[in-house]
């Protein structure tokens, strides 16, 4: 990228960043009335109202007074839902794929092994990739980094404006780790992954058992770092999940196999073949983060990929988050976290319930995460993170309406709509052929 379209960029940020600032709300009463309300955690409401004040909602259901003085949206033929989960992105860590200075989603290390990484620091709240996502109904994502045998840990991020902090809803929800991809992980072999990890897993135990021998050097050689021995602790303690990305059906057996061994508390990204185990990661109540948008194997490890993998999974009792790209986290993922809508129509299409896709952009990914007494359902009580919709949000055509992020409504301009508005005003001789 040439200086003169780099400046142009930072001009964006800048413009992006006042009007984040100018565009939200200071705390008000809100009631949404006669629409069709899905707080996902019980039956559909018909002509229903949420309430909101001071950033929560305070109440949902059918005859609910409206306060006085509040501010009313009517919703009658509108469609009311939670905000968005997209459960697996880099939005924030990453501006614009190929340019390198400004993706942050990756540590480089020797030892491929990164467990004390903590992507989330270095999210940037002034992205101008956030309004756009926001703008189509997604409150929240979970941001997670990529590259190694142990990638390192994700955190849940809410896209309301203000600090860092003010965006962080949970740090850290899981450790990331990969198998079957052997030129991520560093290593050859399949097997040499697994290997690495047992060897991981067994330093971490030696370290937390016998710190003060670690401290005076009185222990053999270790597979990782002592920062990273540290952050794995959680791990095998099973106090903090480990979510493996692996699509081959048999790579998806052997993790299953090493979460049993190690005690772990596993979830599984892409799964790809999923659909081919999918008893055995029912009962083994392992959570599964994949989409619905993609046929074509990306590797060999993805032959057997289906449209329909996240329809079998769920069908099977598998706990499914739907998210975009399958958490490849390519390049234009960022811009396109928004397309979750589009992940979760098609997984209907290909055999989900419309329900259980509302519920895997939502309440499932809160659940997961450990933050549905936050988020992810519409009662009393919780963040208002509330999206009134022109119609079924998993239609190519509806719109967001109104979109709240804990209470806050948003106006801010993104810049398809400014550069929207630039070419609709151009001079007239620039329109001459």
Known sequence: MTSINLTRFARGLAAA?????????????????????????????????????????????????????????????KWVTPGLINSASQLGLSEIGSVQATRDASARTEDQIAAAFTAWEGFDPQSVLLAPAREEGVTSVMVFPQGGLIWGQAALVTLTGGSLTDHITRAPVAMV???????QAGTG???????????????VRAYRDNRRAYERAETREFAASRKDLEAMIPVIEGRLPLIVATDKASDIEATLRL????????????????????????????????????????????????????????RAGVEVLLIGNAGGGG??????????KQEAGN????????NDALRAVTLAPAQVFGVAERTGSLQAGLDADVVVWSGDPFEFTTRAE????????????????????????????????
Do not use: C
């Open 402 to 433: 109104h979109v709240f992020v804990r209470g806050v409504e948003h106006d801010v301009r993104t810049r398809q709509e400014l550069l929207t508005e630039r070419y609709k005003t151009l001079p007239p001789a620039r329109w001459e052929p």
């Open 17 to 77: 960043a006042l009007l984040t600032t100018a565009g939200m709300a200071g705390a008000q009463t809100i009631a949404i009335t006669g629409g069709r309300v899905f707080p996902v955690s019980g039956p559909v409401i018909e002509n229903g109202t949420v309430v909101i004040r001071d950033g929560k909602i305070v109440a949902v259901g059918a005859g609910v007074a409206v306060p006085a003085g509040a501010r009313v949206i009517d919703a009658t033929g």
């Open 331 to 340: 390049a234009d993922e960022p811009f396109n976290v928004r397309n979750i």
């Open 259 to 314: 979460g049993r061994e190690y005690g772990l508390r596993l979830m599984l990204a892409g799964a790809d073949e999923g659909w081919k185990v999918a008893e055995q990661i029912a009962a083994a109540r392992v959570p599964v983060f994949t989409g619905a948008m993609n046929n074509i194997p990306g590797s060999f490890s993805s032959l057997g990929r289906r449209q329909d993998n996240a329809a079998l999974l769920r």
């Open 347 to 354: 997984a209907v299409a290909y055999g989900m319930s419309w």
């Open 177 to 183: 780790a990969q198998i079957g991809n052997a030129g």
């Open 189 to 203: 072999a399949r097997a040499q992954h697994l290997l690495r990890l047992r060897e991981l897993f067994e330093d």
